[in-house]
Every structure is written in C-alpha cells, then in structure tokens.
C-alpha cells in the first residue's frame, strides 16, 4: 500500500487527514494520501516563491540536465509507475505504458525547448522615429505555476504542465486529482532525484473545490495551468483575475467519414479513438458522421469490431477496455444512454454494465441535443450518424459548445482544405481521428474546450513573459 503526504520543498509533510484511492477496477484500496490543510497550501506556494529566486538564475543547459534526467528515470521506470496507472485509475497495461512512454517524451522534448527560449530581433526603424534604435526581446519565466490536473492521464497530464514550466524557469505547486494522486508524487520524487532543487516543484493533494479556490486566488501564484471539465475551467477563469490562465477543457469530438481508401483501416482508427481508456480521453470520438454512401458497410464492420473488444482486467495484456474511473461515472453513462434511449436513439451494442465495466456502446438514431451527443461523454459510447451533404457534416460537427480537434477522412484534397478552414476546433486531423496528439504538437481547444496551448514548445510561450529591450544609439 502507498502512502503519501504532501511533498513541499522536496520534503514530506504529513497530514492530519488522509484520503483512500480505490482501484476503479476491484475496488481494493490502492494507497492513502494526505488531505493538505489551508498551512499546507500556504508553504507549498512559500516553497515555491522562494525556490524561484535561485531557480530562475540556473542556466538553461542545468535546467536541461534536470529534465533529461527525470526522462530517463520515467523510462527506467516504465513498468512500475506502469503498473501504478493499472490500479490508480484502472487503465489497460498496454495504455499504461503508452502513457509511460508519452511522459518520457514530454520530459526529453522539455529538455531540448530549454536550450532554446529566445526572442528576437525588432526591426524598429521600420517606421518614422526607429532611427538610431536597436530592439530585441527576451522571454523570461512568470513565476510560480499553479496546476491542476484531471484524473485521465494523471502521469503524462502532470508532464504537460511541469517539465515546460521547469524548462522556462518557474517553479511549480501541482494539484492532482482526487481520484489519481499516487503517480503524481512518484513523479516529484523522480523530479528530487534527477535533481531538481527544493520547492522546484511542490504537490499537495485534497479536494479541488477547497484547494484549487485557494491556489487560484493566492496572489503569489502567477499563473494558472488547468486540465478538466469546462465546469471547473469556468470556475477558475472566473476566479483567476488577471492572473494568466491555460484552460485544457473537454469536448464531444467527431469524425467525418466522406470517402476512404481503406474503410476497415478506418473502423480501427475509430474504435480506438471511441473506446481507448474507455473513452475517458478529452479527444475520445463521440460523434462519427458517415457519409450515407458509406455509412451501411461502416456501421457494419465497426459493430464487429466493438464486439470483439476484449473487455476485463486491466493488469492483463490483452485487455482493451476496462472499468471506467468511478461507480458514479458509470451510472451517469448509463443514465445518458437510457435518456437517448428513450428519446428514439437505437443501442446497436453494449448500453450495459458487466461487472464494473460499461461495456463498449455505439448509438444510433441519436437526435443532436440528446446529452449523448452535445455534451462530453467521456466513457465508451460512440454514436454513428449518416449524412448526405459534406458541408453539412462540417456544420453538424460545428454545433457544438465544445471545438477540441476534429477528424476528417477524404481523399479530395479540396474537401480537405475545406474542412480545415470551416471546423471551428484547434486542430484538424486529415485522413485521421480526432484523437491523434504527439506531446510537442500545438493542443488546445477553441469555445468550451478551453483557451491557451500545451505542447511543450507552446506551454513554454504561455509559461513565459515577453519583454522588450530598446537601446538608444544616439543618446
Ligand atoms: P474535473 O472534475 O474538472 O477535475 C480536474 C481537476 O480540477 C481535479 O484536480 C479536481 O480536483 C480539480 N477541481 C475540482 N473543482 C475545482 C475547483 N473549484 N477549483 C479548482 N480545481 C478544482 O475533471 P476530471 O473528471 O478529473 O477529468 C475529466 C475532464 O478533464 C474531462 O472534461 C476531460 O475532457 C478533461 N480533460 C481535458 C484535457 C485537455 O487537454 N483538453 C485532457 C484530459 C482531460 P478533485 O479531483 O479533488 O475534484
């Protein structure tokens, strides 16, 4: 069993009250972590202030050091902080290390981008009264990051917000999720290990309504990282003032069918999308719009192929789909599925539970405004719906409160182009699903999917402060 406390200035500090994490799969307990107090808090973001006076002063190729070690450490690792992710969240093996492996990516391309945060040149005589001037910028580090992570990816989210904050020079209070901590303190332990200075990065852990309110609020905290619900995001965004803020919100994502090279290549790529983690992943697909030309054989071999998910114990394999993160969760996912029921939409597979698992679900009939399509599912149910106009397709896709990524499979590379400039979403993936992200790829989202980038490169520009330096030549 694990037991944690909270890790302030490298150093554990135990708490009064403990909370217990089940493993979603069993139910058995997985570990105990400390409740922070409001004290807790307060000296996690002390640590953190003070530890950025010197940490901001380390050269670029030590922050470098740092990080590339903690790569390597992950990597040393995989297997167990693999098997970490298996029972804290219930996650199959075979996702486990994937997401293992993604945090050793996040870390070593963090590694690089801190060699190289530069600004550049500025032109000011361009224009009347430049004369005799020279200009560049820097970027400089803002401070203390606060982050908040959500449960789903509790290693490789982690990642996203720490190794570029560290690269840029801040200094970091991380705030994990209730449901999954664990992995979160094994990574600042890495992090002390690989030899990251005392209060380089402080994890405290308890309910987000109590903590995140203070964390956001507290004056010392320059900038907010979030990653979760749109609710939550909202919350914060309303709260944080003028603080920065990056919000890594949800969405229903979709997929757009119009005409394929290789149809079964394409149910794959949409079975994964839908059911990986059980489609507890912000770019899961929800909604996957087929051209009615295709749309029989598709929803045909995509049926097939949902059914012969394996289903079961996440330590196992082979196992593709396992419990969802909570019993809560999956009675809301129930519960949606029953309401589309009942408003005309057809369960074409799964709509039940076998053990602790939903099985894997594909709807259709589904009406737009059913929660099963406007809202964020986020467990394994998938709705295929025909349409016959392309630009209706991209409208449809466009009805959303949410604009994450979006998938289109066409072999026009007009339709293509087309696409790219209607959906109104961060990124479009051509002849791929919406799921598809590498960790030094621009990510975010546009309406309720939040504001701001990830992508270490991009966390970096918004982890950092652009200043200008103008010298007089002639004075
Ligand atoms: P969540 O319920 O919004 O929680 C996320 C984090 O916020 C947790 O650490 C939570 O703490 C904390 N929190 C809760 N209330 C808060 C408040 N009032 N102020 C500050 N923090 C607060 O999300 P989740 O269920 O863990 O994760 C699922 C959501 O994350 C989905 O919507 C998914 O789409 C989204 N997500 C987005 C991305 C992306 O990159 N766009 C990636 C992954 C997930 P507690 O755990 O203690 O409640």
Redesign the pocket.
């Known amino acids: 069993m694990l037991e944690y406390a909270s890790w302030i200035g490298n150093e554990w500090v135990p708490s009064k009250r403990l909370m217990e994490v089940l493993n979603p799969y069993d139910g058995s307990v997985v570990g105990r972590v400390g409740i922070a107090s409001a004290e807790d808090l307060d000296r996690a973001v002390q640590a953190a202030a003070t530890a950025f006076e010197s940490f901001r002063e380390l050269p670029a190729y030590q922050r470098a050091e740092v990080l590339a070690r903690a790569a390597q450490l992950i990597a040393e690792r995989e297997e167990k902080l693999a098997q970490l992710l298996v029972r804290e969240i219930a996650k199959p093996m075979r996702d486990a290390r994937v997401e293992v492996r993604r945090a050793v990516n996040t870390f070593a391309v963090a590694a690089e981008e801190a060699k190289r945060i530069q600004g550049e040149m500025v032109p000011l005589d361009a224009v009347r009264g430049g004369e005799g001037r020279v200009a560049f910028t820097v970027r400089e580090p803002l401070g203390v990051i606060g982050a908040?992570?959500?449960?789903?990816?509790p290693l490789n989210?982690v990642a996203h917000k720490v190794a570029p904050a560290l690269a840029a020079g801040n200094t970091v209070v991380l705030?994990?999720?209730?449901?999954a901590p664990l992995i979160a303190f094994e990574l600042a332990q890495i992090l002390a290990e690989a030899g990251l200075p005392p209060g380089g990065l402080n994890v405290i852990s308890?309910?987000?309504?109590e903590l995140?309110?203070r964390l956001?609020e507290d004056p010392r905290v320059a900038m907010i990282t979030?990653?979760?619900?749109?609710?939550?995001g909202k919350?914060?965004r309303e709260r944080a003032g003028l603080k920065r803020v990056t919000l890594?919100?949800?969405?229903n994502s979709a997929v757009v069918i119009e005409d394929v090279q290789d149809l079964d290549r394409v149910v794959e790529r949409c079975v994964q999308g839908a059911y990986t983690f059980a489609g507890q992943v912000?770019i899961s697909v929800q909604r996957i719009y087929v051209s009615e030309r295709l749309y029989d054989p598709f929803l045909d071999r995509f049926k097939a192929r949902v059914d012969a998910l394996k289903t079961g114990d996440p330590a196992e394999e082979d196992t593709e789909l396992s419990a969802m993160i909570s019993p809560g969760e999956s009675a809301r996912v129930l519960e949606w599925i029953g309401e589309a029921q009942e408003g005309g939409a057809r369960v074409e597979t799964g709509g039940k539970m076998h053990g602790s698992i939903v099985l894997p679900t594909v709807l259709t009939s589904v009406q737009e405004e059913m929660k099963v399509c406007a809202d964020?599912v986020?467990g394994p149910v998938a709705a295929v719906i025909p349409y016959c106009d392309f630009e209706e397709a991209l409208a449809a896709v466009n009805r959303s409160r949410y604009g994450?990524q979006a998938g289109v499979f066409t072999q026009d590379l007009n339709k293509a182009f087309r696409a790219l400039k209607t959906l109104k979403v961060g990124g479009v993936m051509i002849n791929d699903i919406p799921s598809f992200r590498l960790d030094h790829m621009p990510?975010?989202?546009v309406k309720e999917?939040?504001m701001g980038r990830?992508g270490v490169p991009y966390a970096i520009q918004e982890m950092t402060e652009l200043k200008l330096a103008v010298f007089n030549l002639e004075f």
């Open positions: 908040i992570t959500p449960f789903n990816f989210l705030k994990p999720a209730s449901k308890g309910p987000g309504g995140g309110d956001v979030f990653t979760g619900s749109a609710e939550v919350k914060i890594e919100l949800g969405s912000c964020e986020f994450l990510y975010g989202g999917s939040g990830e």
